[in-house]
């Protein structure tokens, strides 16, 4: 991630699609787990660089999914709030004990020895692509009962397309 010059973050990056293509790389997983996930995506766009903000994602998520105990549920948002884009994660595992929050960002801290690979890189990566994009990424309760994960990306929001959920979902249902 550091070839992530100030350059690299003019490219406009639709976090709907970011999270379909997260959520496609992450569904098997979620499907072996009996994960519900769940999206509302409202069609907003940050300038940025694409790959470093899929990988974000894609590591918010999949630790949401792999932290959510066997037939959870997983909310994932997309949304703007005071003129900023902002991808939400809710789940309904464990959460973060508010004090260890702040270690969960450090490399290779596993703060509990709970089943699941990995080295502990997730959230060092995400704060760091957080960082190169100035946003702003924060650790609380979900109302599933687990973890929030919110990155507010202030200064960067390029547009806000309303997007017909109900006439997607039910294309998506078809017959």
Known sequence: LEVLGSNALGESVGLTEIVDEAMADLRYEARQRHVKVVCHADGSAILGHRYAVLTLARNIIGNAIRYAPVGGRVEIATMVQRGSAVLRVDDSGPGIPEAERTRAFD???????RQGAG???????????????????TL???ALGGL????????????????DLAALDAADSGP
């Open 107 to 113: 490399r290779f801290e596993r703060l509990s020895q």
């Open 119 to 137: 080295v502990g890189l997730g959230l060092s990566i995400v704060r760091t692509v957080a960082q190169r994009h100035d946003a702003l990424v």
């Open 140 to 142: 609380g309760e979900s």
């Open 148 to 163: 929030r994960v919110e990155c507010e990306f202030t200064g960067r929001l390029v547009q806000r397309e309303e997007l």
